[in-house]
């Protein structure tokens, strides 16, 4: 058995089994046909939950959110030392997310019984702490309770001045994001190339769909700028001249040029929702791709999390296009993992 085999025989074996769980496109559409809300979560949930209020499924998102956490935090403990950050900070994007909402509630005023609407808990941001925190309206005292030093003093100076909310939300987008990408810098050569690649396209497509929203909401060029990960993975000179953008078409113009082009093929004319879900089906592509190379790095455990992530992306989707009664062939388009 080779070094590398060795140091990921326990890490591979899990991944393989977990991935035996992971939910078939025709689950999804079984889902998608189940009679009601109730029975549709009580599926997705195994039965831990039977019932649900069309106004609140926070409950279910929450708990579906936990089972990947614990799971990502499960696959690090088998992990080589020098991988376990990585896989940690899957399960740690939950808990910054948290707080990201948090904030931009504060800042926007929102009342907190709405603001708890669209926030799920995590970490140790409970439903009843992430409340209390929307009531005092101080964004510092949530800075406080963040564990990690380097988000406490990057976020900090963001937290006053116009844009707050959004600055602050594009603040702790930009540290976790970056965070992920420097922990991807392994000393295995193999590792660091599996987890660079899932990576890095990962957050060129985010960095698009910032472009993209950006220009649907009105942002200026210098604005989306500055909102944008720091990290350029292959965009190459289309990481600048994304922002200046001017309209969906013509930032699917810059994109001719990347290796992101052929993800819209298909689409005469993509609109802003057509792109991010292509972007993220040939992401979730890729990431199955993994699963046909070596099993002995990384690589094949964030391609599994990455999966995960989209799965519940597409939960939700069913979810609460149930709760709002969306027709069953809307929602089924808009799924990530279906089949083609």
């Not at 559409?29 to 109730?38: C, I, K």
């Not at 499924?57 to 992990?79: D, K, M, Q």
């Not at 094949?300 to 989707?317: G, I, M, P, T, V």
Request: aromatic share 8%; with cysteine; proline share 4%.
């Amino acid at each position: 058995m080779t070094s590398s085999a060795g140091r990921y025989a326990e890490l591979a074996a899990a991944v393989r089994s977990f991935k035996a769980n992971l939910i078939h496109p025709t689950q999804l559409e079984r889902y998608l046909e189940t009679g009601s809300l109730s029975e549709t979560v009580s599926m997705v949930t195994g039965g831990r939950i039977t019932s649900v209020e069309e106004s609140d499924l926070n409950p279910v998102e929450a708990y579906l959110i936990g089972e990947v956490a614990e799971l990502a935090e499960r696959l690090s403990s088998y992990a080589p030392y020098d991988s376990k950050q990585l896989l940690s900070l899957f399960s740690s994007g939950f808990e910054y997310a948290c707080v990201k909402e948090i904030l931009r509630a504060i800042a926007e005023q929102v009342e907190p019984d709405e603001a708890l609407r669209h926030i799920v808990p995590a970490g140790k941001f409970t439903a009843d702490r992430c409340k209390d925190l929307i009531e005092t309206h101080n964004p510092n005292r949530v800075v406080e309770m963040i564990d990690d030093e380097g988000l406490r003093r990057f976020v900090a100076p963001k937290l006053t001045g116009e844009k707050g909310g959004l600055r602050v939300a594009s603040a702790i987008d930009q540290y976790y994001f970056t965070k992920l990408w420097t922990a991807s810098n392994l000393p295995d050569p193999l590792d660091a190339q599996s987890a660079r690649g899932l990576i890095g396209q990962f957050l060129d497509h985010t960095n698009i769909l910032i472009a993209l929203r950006a220009r649907l909401i009105g942002l200026d060029a210098r604005t989306t700028s500055d909102l944008m990960i720091p990290i350029n993975y292959a965009l190459g000179h289309a990481f600048d001249e994304l922002p200046e953008a001017t309209n969906v078409q013509n930032l699917a113009r810059i994109l001719e040029k990347t290796p992101y082009a052929n993800s819209f093929e298909g689409a005469a004319s993509p609109d802003g929702k057509t792109m991010e879900h292509a972007l993220q089906r040939s992401h979730a592509f890729a990431c199955l791709n993994a699963f046909a190379g070596s099993p002995f790095n990384v690589g094949l455990a964030l391609a599994f999390l990455f999966l995960k992530q989209y799965e519940l992306r597409d939960l939700f989707s069913l979810i609460n296009g149930k709760a709002n009664n969306v027709p069953a062939e809307r929602v089924l388009v808009s799924l990530i993992l279906r089949k083609s």
